[in-house]
């Protein structure tokens, strides 16, 4: 075995570039989407975008720290830093004070921490682990039950502390699963069911029903000659059936006022332009005035005269969108398609499967935030509050994506020592 | 592993993006909807505020209407460099306020708008209009100001201002900057008025003028009007009686006695509603809170007054309904009680109807003994209990329910309030004889005593007195009006009554009252007052049979109520009934009296006089209950 002269060999350097342009981005937007003619200076820390840069630092730092460490310690202690996660998701349970209805923070001192947002890092650590052990075969149910299990213990806890969206980056590792030979039915059940359910919020209970038996008996008319098919159908059409009586169940009981009213005004039932439709309406009409080529830096209207809420954090899209226009955005979705490119193509280089699933973990989880905070901020889906990767503002975003993305640039810098 | 699921993945997470990418190209490029981006345009949320309802008096006459005004606005956030010195010229302001006032926006937000100058004249408005392209950040809000158009009737319609913090927190309706009814029916009826806001979604542009409504209005409301309102006022009536009264301080209620509407309803001094509004309100509501003579308060729901003789009717029905008197009966010329007697003017012997012609105390206070301690009711206190039901059914003692706000419930002991002073089976008729003249701890606002004199028209019930007689054009539901609320004297018992008043106008002590041939019911009081001169008093109704009109009048500080009451209510009554005035001689005298010289201006402490013990004859006794303010004026 080669001796390791450097950490920085043998590392990513186009992922890291990625990396370091949309910190970048993330930054120059925050300084527009806050900025004022009082605080003018961008280096000014009692702003977000002076913040902003103190968690860039940090972060690069952290980026450090992460190559630095041995890539074996990861393998090792996979299991142990997802545990010490849990811990802290429970700790935030008990300890964190109510923000927003959401107990998720823990606070030392001046700091805010948010371990939902470090969970995800361990999470696909675990997971890694778990999958990449030799006698491990995912056709195998316990090998199922237990990866689920991995996946939705840091979710369940992050849903008591009644944050949703950063519970549901967790079903995000269905990609993981499915890459590592869960059956792809299960990624097209589980799509038909989400779309289903769109459905039954949308149109009549019983007309759908209705529809399901035709559809059904149709298919049973077409597909008579094999019995297996029928029963399939049968199956199939029961289940359906089940997925829509559960929805009005599910959107009057299990959703929270806030989060039937999103789904309301992204289907258009309400359009409650001060209340619950405001921040989308405003995300939009700051999006559509950019046009093609956008307003230029500084001189979005929209997002800097606080039409826009939560303009540095989960709207930060906004401000891109109405300062750089449709270049802007086109650029800044082709960076993301990029970095996600590169890292489903490091997964692919990999001997180790430890790599390779930590990999996809890495690109599901990111994929995740991107299509959520665009698709929100485009009116395509409900408010989910979930911060743009590298982008939003905010310090436990910005180390978590940071060490997730570090740990599998180190993880890819060994490969060449990998002999499995 | 499935061979195929990294180009599945890959392609996915393609799709998704693809289909953002569309979706952005459509919201960005082809979407005309969200394209603001060629002037840099703004979006603004104008509150469209309703207008307030209209006010008709019940011939239809105008009484309040809306005037246009402007609120300049500012957003300080988009204001740019500016010529401050004709900014300043325009707006007429100082250079120093419109740096004060710059600075007052900032604090509270940079991005919202806040108010910059209030309620711009249309003037001055047009003037800064055309100009108001230069001045980035500003815009002017239409907004409304009352006017009252017949200057009259200020304490019954009341005034409106701008909402605070508190009654937000309280309502959420309201938002700042909304008006609100303060007093009067603005404050009673301020839901029927007050209409709905709306908010429109306009786009401005760099140059701050706005281009039209942001997706074709689709997501505006439209603010809704309130709804007039048709008063029982007779605004000619009211506007008379207030001249009548000028210089003079006291109140006056008139009623249709049939259906409890009120004709006019006025406190004495009053001043122009019209000086309650807009930018000098504050000013003017200063200068009028601390006015010695009260102009604020509204005497005639709020001001406790003895009403002296007035109140004998009233004693007189309940006694002859109880059988405890009757037409012939007659008492000794005096009032014997210990060693002191009350004593009466000269007059030939009389029975009950001369009683009233000649406003004998004497044979009234021996009314209320014989009532009082008549052996049917056990003790006094039963009697007097008996006589308390009697006067409340005439909506004494309590509040009568009118539409309008902070109406007082007026002064009428319960036995309880007698037995803490005397104790218990310790007090009679002679300790508290003085109500049987209505003097004593009697305390009737001027509203309670035209009501009164509407059940002795109706011959025994009355409604509700109120002032809205239909809500945009429909007949007002909004109170239970229709309810008949008879009073424990049954009709056939007025009679004798009746006819007593009748000859007080013609040929006892309100002659002066007289006019053609309108057969007049009235009743003088002259009703003792320790701080300064007797109050004069009038109730009265005409015509006699199917009464249109019942008033009463109430005149500090003037004396007799054949002196200053009696022609005010007369000449009241042959306006309203006549529509002319016949005697121009006893009109001017009234209305260049001036009384206000003997008003018990502050530093008399005025306030309900302790029970005294009634052993001295009532005409040396101190006199209660003259005017006290029992609630802030808001």
Redesign the interface.
């Known amino acids: 075995m080669r001796k390791q002269t450097s950490i920085f060999q043998n590392i990513d350097w186009l992922t890291v570039s990625l990396y370091l342009v949309l910190m970048f981005i993330g930054w120059i937007s925050i300084y527009a989407a806050v900025y ?1 003619e009082e605080h003018s200076s961008i280096l000014d820390i009692s702003q977000n975008y002076g913040k902003q840069l103190l968690w860039i630092g940090g972060s690069l730092m952290i980026a450090i720290v992460v190559l630095i460490i041995d890539a074996r310690f990861y393998d090792a202690f996979a299991y142990l830093i997802y545990g010490l996660m849990i811990l802290f998701l429970i700790a935030a349970l008990f300890l964190s004070r109510d923000v927003k209805g959401a107990h998720a923070w823990i606070e030392i001192g001046a700091f805010k921490l948010q371990p939902a947002e470090f969970a995800k890092f361990a999470t696909a650590l675990a997971l890694a682990k778990y999958l990449s052990l030799l006698e491990i075969k995912i056709e195998k149910i316990q090998t199922k039950i237990i990866s689920s299990l991995i996946v939705t213990l840091p979710a369940a806890i992050i849903l008591l502390q009644n944050d949703t969206g950063s519970a549901l980056v967790f079903g995000s590792f269905i ?1 993981v699963l ?4 869960l059956s ?1 039915n299960v ?1 097209i059940i589980g799509f038909f069911a989400a779309l289903l359910f769109v459905i039954a919020l949308m149109v009549d209970k019983i007309i759908l029903l209705q529809i399901i038996a035709a559809l059904a008996a149709v298919s049973v008319l077409l597909m008579r000659k094999t019995r297996k098919n029928i029963v399939t159908i049968m199956l199939l059409a029961v289940a359906s059936a089940a997925v829509v009586m559960s929805v009005s169940y599910v959107y009057e009981k299990a959703l929270q006022p806030h989060q039937k009213q999103r789904i309301d005004v992204l289907l258009g039932k309400q ?1 409650d ?2 209340g619950a439709g405001y921040n989308v309406n405003q995300s ?2 700051a ?6 080529s956008g ?1 230029g830096f500084l ?1 979005g ?2 997002t ?4 826009v809420p939560e303009q540095s954090t989960d709207f930060i899209f906004c401000t891109i ?1 109405e300062e750089w ?2 270049i802007g ?2 650029i800044l ?1 082709l960076l ?2 990029g970095l ?2 590169r890292i ?1 193509f490091i ?2 280089r990999q001997k180790s499967a430890f790599t390779r699933v930590y990999a ?1 973990g890495v ?1 599901s989880i990111i ?1 995740f935030h ?2 959520v905070n ?2 929100m901020a ?3 889906l409900p408010v989910i509050g979930i911060p743009l990767p590298f982008i939003s503002y905010g310090g436990s975003s910005l180390w978590s994506f940071t060490i997730l993305l570090f740990i599998l640039i180190r993880l890819d810098s060994y490969r060449t020592f990998v002999l499995r | 592993m499935n061979p195929n699921s990294r180009i599945v993945i890959a392609g996915i997470f393609t799709v998704v993006l693809l289909i953002y990418l569309i979706r952005l190209f459509y919201v960005q490029v082809l979407n005309e909807q969200y394209k603001l981006s060629a002037n840099n345009n703004v979006i603004r949320y104008v509150t469209d505020y309703p207008a307030r309802g209209l006010i008709y008096d019940r011939k239809g006459e105008l009484m309040v209407f809306n005037e246009a005004v402007y609120d300049l606005m500012v957003i300080p956030r988009q204001v740019k460099e500016l010529d401050t010195t004709e900014f300043c010229r325009l707006a007429d302001i100082s250079k120093e306020e419109f740096i004060r006032r710059m600075q007052k926006a900032k604090k509270f937000s940079r991005f919202k708008s806040s108010i910059f100058e209030k309620q711009i004249p249309p003037e001055q408005y047009a003037l800064l209009q055309e100009k108001l392209y230069k001045f980035n950040g500003f815009y002017v809000l239409p907004r409304t100001l009352r006017k009252y158009p017949t200057k009259s009737a200020a304490h019954a319609l009341g005034y409106i201002g701008e909402v605070d913090e508190k009654l937000i927190a309280k309502d959420p309706y309201y938002q700042m900057g909304d008006y609100i009814g303060i007093s009067g029916i603005e404050q009673s009826y301020e839901k029927e008025l007050r209409g709905k806001r709306g908010v429109r979604i306009v786009m401005v542009d760099v140059h701050n003028r706005e281009k039209g409504s942001f997706e074709d209005g689709k997501y505006d409301s439209v603010s809704v009007a309130g709804e007039d309102i048709m008063l029982t006022l007779d605004a000619k009536l009211q506007a008379y009686a207030e001249t009548l009264m000028q210089n003079k301080a006291g109140g006056i209620a008139a009623i249709e006695p049939q259906t409890g509407e009120i004709l006019a309803i006025l406190s004495s001094p009053t001043y122009d509603p019209n000086i309650m509004v807009g930018k000098a309100r504050n000013k003017n509501y200063a200068l009028l809170s601390t006015d010695p003579y009260k102009s604020l308060f509204n005497r005639a729901m709020m001001a406790y007054y003895p009403p002296g003789s007035t109140f004998k009717l009233a004693s007189a029905l309940s006694a002859v309904n109880e059988h405890i008197v009757g037409p012939g009966t007659s008492y000794p010329h005096s009032f014997v009680v210990g060693s002191k007697s009350v004593k009466c003017h000269p007059h030939p012997p009389i029975a009950l109807e001369g009683s009233i012609q000649y406003s004998c105390n004497p044979y009234f206070c021996n009314v209320f003994r014989s009532f009082v301690d008549n052996k049917k009711y056990g003790t006094s206190e039963n009697g007097y209990r008996v006589w308390r039901e009697y006067i409340m059914s005439f909506g004494v003692g309590k509040k009568i329910g009118v539409d309008m706000p902070h109406e007082l419930p007026g002064l009428l002991p319960a036995p309880e309030f007698y037995d803490k002073i005397y104790g218990k089976g310790r007090w009679k008729a002679s300790t508290i004889y003085s109500l049987g003249i209505g003097q004593g701890e009697l305390g009737i606002t001027p509203l309670q005593m035209a009501n009164i004199t509407a059940v002795i028209a109706n011959r025994g019930y009355y409604y509700t007195p109120h002032i809205v007689k239909a809500i945009s054009g429909k007949p007002n539901t909004t109170r239970n009006l229709s309810e008949k609320h008879s009073s424990k004297v049954a009709p056939e018992s007025f009679t004798v009554v009746i006819d007593g008043m009748q000859k007080v106008v013609e040929a006892g002590t309100a002659r002066v009252a007289r006019f053609g041939n309108t057969v007049i019911c009235g009743k003088t009081g002259t009703a003792q007052n320790p701080h300064g001169k007797d109050h004069s008093l009038f109730v009265g109704f005409a015509p006699r049979e199917n009464p249109k009109i019942a008033v009463a009048v109430m005149v500090e500080n003037s004396g007799f109520g054949a002196t200053w009451a009696a022609p005010i209510a007369s000449l009241m009554m042959e306006l309203y009934l006549t529509d002319t005035i016949t005697r121009p001689d006893l009109e001017k005298r009234i209305m260049e009296g001036d009384l206000l010289k003997d008003y018990p201006l502050p530093g008399t402490k005025i306030k309900i006089a302790p029970p005294a013990k009634r052993d001295s004859v009532w005409q040396e006794t101190e006199q209660p209950v003259v005017l006290t303010e029992n609630k802030k004026q808001n």
């Open positions: 004022n990609f499915y890459r590592e030979g792809q990624l359009t332009l001060k939009l009409i999006i559509g005035s950019g046009g093609i307003k001189q209207t929209q800097k005269f606080d039409f969108g226009g449709f955005s086109f979705i993301y398609l996600l490119y489903l997964a692919e996809y690109a994929f991107v299509m665009i698709g485009i009116g395509l």
